[in-house]
């Protein structure tokens, strides 16, 4: 699983980078602290047919991605 750290990157970077991984990768681990961004690859994965699991704490959203 790769894991991305997207924490105080503003958009679209981090759904550029998730892009990139997915490309190659069948599970991410996205990290994010804007909900923009969040919706963002949510919706993105989710059209590309990932499963999409996000969980909270502290203001950061941990964001696992895997093939449907």
Same mark, same amino acid.
Do not use: H, W
């Given at each position: $699983?790769?894991?991305?750290? =997207?924490?105080?990157?503003?958009?679209?970077?981090?759904?550029? $980078?998730?892009?990139?991984?997915?490309?190659?990768?069948?599970?991410?681990?996205?990290?994010?602290?804007?909900?923009?961004?969040?919706?963002?690859?949510?919706?993105? =994965?989710?059209?590309?047919?990932?499963?999409?699991?996000?969980?909270?704490?502290?203001?950061?959203?941990?964001?696992?991605?895997? $093939?449907?």
């Amino acid at each position: $699983m790769k894991t991305l750290d =997207a924490r105080g990157i503003s958009c679209p970077e981090p759904l550029i $980078m998730l892009k990139n991984s997915l490309k190659t990768e069948k599970e991410v681990l996205l990290y994010l602290d804007s909900k923009n961004a969040l919706s963002n690859c949510e919706s993105y =994965a989710k059209k590309q047919g990932f499963t999409v699991s996000t969980t909270t704490g502290s203001g950061i959203y941990k964001v696992y991605i895997t $093939m449907a």
